[in-house]
């Protein structure tokens, strides 16, 4: 990574890293370390748009995607007859166009005698030491010096989240679109797979840490 270059965090649960710690590094087309888990090169996340079941995408060149609305879509606002149209069309950049650099941030803590530590690493309700009282740390609050785990965009596009199918969920690290619309589900809330927002669909190649 040269001076010039930026990195951005991305939050993954405990299953998400053991999957990305069992993809080959340096390695594209990348494939497991270990043939007999899951491992992943593919993450999707939500566009962040204005009441996005009311749009459907028009355009997407790999930084920008133009979302246009669909045909009779109106609000009332107001008190009386007064419609208000939403804007027929707008653009959202893609947050990690292709090539950004990225790194995993993921629960974890820092004990002075055995440096960082990793909860995806430790047995479920373990605590990172008996004689340390903090706990774990939220993947949120991770600093960019503690990851281990350094992602590179390889592609990006934009699809409903429903529209998944088995060979990208396996990519996703999960064993078909039924599980992966579960996974969804207990990370973005119940409902949230019946809302099938727009997401960024991003290919990623695990690489060495700058």
């Known amino acids: 990574m040269t001076t010039a270059e930026k990195s951005h965090g991305m939050l993954f649960n405990a299953d998400m890293i053991r999957a990305l710690l069992n993809t080959q590094v340096d390695a594209w087309p990348t494939k497991a370390a270990d043939d007999g888990k899951p491992f992943k090169f593919q993450t999707r996340r939500i566009v962040k748009m204005i ?48 090539d950004a650099l990225i790194y995993a941030k993921e629960t974890f803590a820092h004990i002075p005698a055995m440096g960082t530590i990793y909860r995806a690493d430790k047995p479920y309700g373990s605590a990172p030491s008996r004689h340390w009282e903090h706990g774990w740390k939220s993947s949120i609050v991770m600093p960019r010096s503690a990851a281990r785990i350094w992602l590179r ?41 019946l809302k099938n927002p727009w997401v960024w669909v991003y290919d990623l190649s695990r690489i060495t840490k700058p």
């Open 51 to 98: 009441d996005a079941s009311r749009y459907d995408l028009g355009s997407f060149n790999g930084n920008r995607a133009v979302f246009n609305l669909r045909p009779g879509e109106k609000v009332k606002t107001g008190r009386g007859p007064t419609v208000r149209l939403w804007m027929p069309s707008f653009g959202v950049n893609c947050p990690h166009p292709i």
């Open 153 to 193: 965009v390889m592609n990006v596009r934009v699809e409903r989240v429903n529209s998944i199918t088995d060979a990208d969920a396996m990519a996703e690290g999960a064993f078909g679109a039924m599980e992966y619309s579960i996974l969804w589900e207990a990370i973005n809330g119940k409902g949230s797979w």
